[in-house]
């Protein structure tokens, strides 16, 4: 079992950066490829970043690509989301995702994100 929780959203101006944090528990917490997704009002659910378990891969939505950087801290269990030059419509809730082979079992209770213009 492993438990997310997300935190460092709040509301930014256009332009802005923000860095989202997402603390896992668990034993096995590090071995888990670790995500990030994201859904705004009336929108499905996107995906927006991953990061292998060893931190040597990640992979980015190519709405973010050069804007956002996902990172993990495995000795804190912890990963992270940078994101600057954001954008209005970066604006979402913001969920944390651990899985393997491609499939996420485990989510967080999501942090909101709001970009002004």
């Known amino acids: 079992q492993v438990q997310l929780v997300e935190s460092g959203g709040g509301l930014v101006q256009a332009g802005g950066s923000l860095r989202l944090s997402c603390a896992a528990s668990g034993r096995t917490a590090s071995r888990y490829v670790m995500g990030w997704f994201r859904q705004a009002p009336g929108e499905e659910r996107e995906f927006v970043a991953a990061?292998?378990?060893?931190?040597?891969?990640?992979s980015y939505a190519d709405s973010v690509k050069g804007r956002f950087t996902m990172s993990r801290d495995n000795g804190k269990n912890t990963v992270y989301l940078q994101m600057n030059s954001l954008k209005p419509e970066d604006t979402a809730v913001y969920y944390c995702g651990a899985g393997v082979a491609g499939t996420y079992d485990y989510w967080g209770q999501g942090t909101q994100v709001t970009v002004s213009s």
């Open positions: 990061i292998s378990w060893s931190g040597g891969s990640t």
